[in-house]
């Protein structure tokens, strides 16, 4: 039975489109409490004095909590402690919190959440990336040794100024990409308690449940081992869930809930207040090229708006930076980058990790490149296109699958590049205008060199006969889990609607990694598969024992059974699991992902190895009179190796279209000296189902040897295409280009009439 590279039904389908499945805002207990937060509302100032007293004496509250009930270090995050899980010296952002409160229901915790109330002493603030890095600039972190650096890169190869010499055309120009929202369905939610040995459990929204408790237990004075998380499958994430959101203060609440679990879940308005946001990014490009459209050298200046903390803007911002020649021969690189703090919404991991910023910008100045030049903007970037053997931008020689020349000439080939002159010149609407766009993007997989990428996978066949896969990699809906029971089902030849699966538990799942990077499936799916191939010798080399035969080769495994060929003897699974120990019925063990070696000096973290390609075109059109982009059809064409579940590959590249073109079109998640002007999904606009045209996905036909069935990540890639294929759509349709997204209808029709 061969299962891998068809379309299996995801194991949670049925449940979750019946509403069966409990995410984790479903949990409800008669003895809940409620906790929420009282937030701070201002950007930047001192705090003096928070009042607690009047909040306390409303009956059915059971505690209000401030900084001074924090037995630990007070402060959380994953790369620098900053955050504080309640303010104490200073409020750095509007979405601070500043008092716990937990109490019988909802209706009377939000009367004591406007019961306290707080002194402080208004600060000026920094709300700029550049001025951030100005002179005598406001500091957000005082205790940062860097003033308002968070993280600073710079990556050089070849001669820049020499190369930049030797150039026939140089294009600069400056472009800016927005904050964006997650805008996940179920927003952050969680329930603790202390289990019955005084260990805190929590149940709880994240990306990162054996992470987590590295942020929690010191934040909150606790020995590591007392804390355990559980995950279910969650309401979606998209890298807003990647560290601690709530669990922090969902642990502070257990701890003084006298017994009793509390649970949390922010309404909309919270979450769009105190989460993490897509860094907003200022990008200035200088590329140069021969008159024969043979790029030399690239020069750009990257700042990255990391708001109030640190978080993983740094990291967003360098793999921004790696990224920042895109998919292109060039032997003369400088790069700069600087993530700074600033008081505006803190920044963190949003799909795509940095790459839709920097692609936005890159290819931009391909197409601005080729007209200068006047060149195909598809020929310039074929003359250009990496392919294995080359050398990108940060010098990492391509020594693994590499199919991004394969995506442009599938794109060349394609119907809807073919007749695009021809669909151009068919408008019998002199008020509506059309164009066409292009654009190539890579993204790397798994985490930089010096993080090492592993997988820890587990496997058992229980007393009854069921294989049970052990997941430690959250599903944020993207349907790994499932696919990890397709992988195991292939090995061991069994249906997979007949295995079990165990979702994310510290303490009974492996540590896994974080469910990023676009690494879930590829690192923790070569380790399942390593696993998988120990249980089958293991079930093989006892049943041999049990009907006494001469041969392995004899025996085929089937659903639920061995079959033993020459004495066509039956043994259910079950029977043979009676004749294994505890121990024996487990099988773990563990992959890493490769790396490039030697190089970790090059960017900070090191570059990686192992990249997934694409190429995607678009057609516009533009109502010159109300300045509506209306797409009219798409075309994504992928590099992502084998492909082992085709359903599933397909919902990440449409999922991923659609979040890019609210990236391109609508999302501008606004603030004003740090105020918040988007507070709910009134103001913070995203695609519907009406803005999404129908999308054509083609996967080129790669092999990826190091990933399990020859795959590779899929669920970043396509992030990042909408956006610059849409720009340079809309340039073609109205001749004019547009530097700052979202492209707007007001911003269209500027240009459109300029007067």
């Known amino acids: 039975m061969t299962i891998i590279g068809k379309t299996i039904p995801r194991k949670d389908a049925i449940t979750k489109v019946t509403g069966q499945e409990k995410y984790t805002a479903d949990y409800y207990g008669d003895d809940f409490l409620w906790a929420a937060v009282k937030r701070a509302g201002i950007p930047h100032a001192r705090l003096i004095n928070i009042n607690t007293e009047a909040a306390k004496n409303i009956p059915g509250v059971t505690a209000v909590l401030t900084h001074k009930d924090v037995a630990g270090t007070n402060r959380y995050g994953v790369i620098k402690k900053d955050e504080p899980v309640l303010a104490d010296k200073k409020i750095y952002h509007c979405g601070d919190a500043i008092a716990l409160v937990i109490a019988e229901d909802k209706k009377v915790l939000r009367h004591a959440i406007e019961a306290v109330t707080f002194e402080y002493e208004a600060l000026p603030g920094v709300f700029d990336p ?34 930049f010499t030797a150039c026939d055309i140089v294009i600069e120009s400056i472009f800016e990409v927005p904050r964006q929202e997650h805008v996940y369905l179920e927003t952050e939610a969680g329930w603790a308690y202390l289990d019955e040995k005084g260990r805190l459990v929590i149940v709880a ?73 897509r860094l907003p990014a200022r990008m200035y490009y200088r590329l140069g090229a021969k008159r024969d459209g043979t790029i030399c050298a690239l020069d750009c200046k990257l700042y990255f708006d990391g708001g109030a903390y640190a978080n993983l803007g740094g990291e967003v911002m360098t793999l921004a930076a790696e990224h920042a020649g895109s998919v292109y021969r060039i032997p003369h690189v400088s790069i700069n980058g600087w993530c700074v703090y600033t008081n505006n919404p803190p920044g963190g991991p949003f799909r795509g990790f940095g790459v839709p910023q920097i692609t936005a910008a890159m290819e931009q100045v391909i197409d601005m490149l080729a007209e200068k030049i006047r060149i195909d903007p598809l020929e310039i970037r074929s003359k250009n296109i990496l392919r294995k053997g080359d050398a990108n931008c940060v010098g990492v020689t391509l020594t693994q699958s590499t199919g991004a020349e394969q995506c442009l000439e599938t794109l060349s080939g394609h119907r809807l590049w073919k007749n695009k002159d021809r669909w151009k010149a068919s408008s019998k609407n002199p008020l509506k205008k059309r164009g066409v766009g292009i654009a190539c993007m890579a993204h790397a997989m ?100 049990m009907v006494q035969g001469s041969s392995v080769s004899h025996l085929k495994l089937v659903s639920g059974a061995v079959i033993h060929g020459p004495s066509n003897t039956i043994l259910p699974l079950a029977m043979i699991s009676k004749h294994f120990d505890k121990a024996e019925r487990f099988c773990i063990d563990d992959f890493t992902m490769p790396i490039v070696k030697g190089m970790n000096d090059v960017i900070y973290m090191g570059p990686h190895l192992i990249y997934s390609y694409g190429a995607h075109l678009v057609y516009v059109e533009i109502d010159c009179i109300t300045g509506e982009i209306e797409l009219k059809d798409y075309l994504a064409i992928t590099d992502v190796g084998g492909i ?112």
């Open 130 to 163: 550049e001025d951030a890095l100005g002179d005598n600039p406001v500091i957000v972190h005082e205790e940062n040794d860097s003033a308002n650096i968070i993280r600073y890169v710079t990556v050089k190869t070849g001669h820049p100024e020499s190369g």
């Open 446 to 545: 798994g985490y930089p060199p010096v993080v090492p990428d592993t997988a820890s996978a587990k496997i058992e066949l229980t007393e009854e006969g069921k294989i049970k896969v052990y997941a430690g990699v959250v599903d944020m809906g993207q349907g790994n889990v499932s696919t990890y029971l397709q992988i195991a089902g292939e090995i061991l030849n069994q249906d997979v609607d007949a295995m079990e699966l165990v979702l994310p538990d510290t303490d009974r799942t492996l540590p896994s990694g974080s469910s990023s990077a676009s690494r879930t499936t590829y690192t923790y799916g070569n380790a399942l598969i390593k696993a998988t191939n120990e249980l089958k010798k293991r079930i093989l080399k006892k049943a041999l024992s």
């Open 205 to 277: 929204t994240t990306q990162t449940p054996f992470r987590d408790r590295f942020e929690i237990a010191p934040a909150l004075g606790l020995d590591i081992e007392k804390i355990r998380i559980l995950v279910p499958y969650l309401g979606g994430a998209f890298g807003g869930k990647d560290g601690v959101t709530i669990q922090c203060l969902l642990g502070l609440a257990a701890l003084n809930s006298g017994g009793r679990p509390v649970k949390m879940w922010l309404d909309r308005n919270e979450s769009l207040l105190s989460s993490v946001k």
């Open 644 to 755: 082992i579940n085709p359903q599933v590959l397909e919902q990440q590249i449409q999922g991923a279209i659609a979040q890019g073109i609210g990236y391109a079109l609508f999302e501008d998640y606004k603030t004003d000296k740090g105020i918040h002007l988007t507070g709910d999904l009134s103001t913070y606009i995203i695609p519907t189902s009406m803005d999404v045209p129908d999308v054509s996905s083609i996967n080129i036909d790669s092999v990826e040897e190091t990933g399990p069935f020859g795959m590779k990540g899929a669920g970043e890639i396509a992030m990042s295409g909408p956006l610059p294929a849409i720009a340079n759509a809309i340039y073609d349709a109205c001749g004019a280009r547009i530097s700052s997204a979202p492209f707007t209808a007001e911003k269209i029709l500027k240009i459109i009439n300029p007067a």
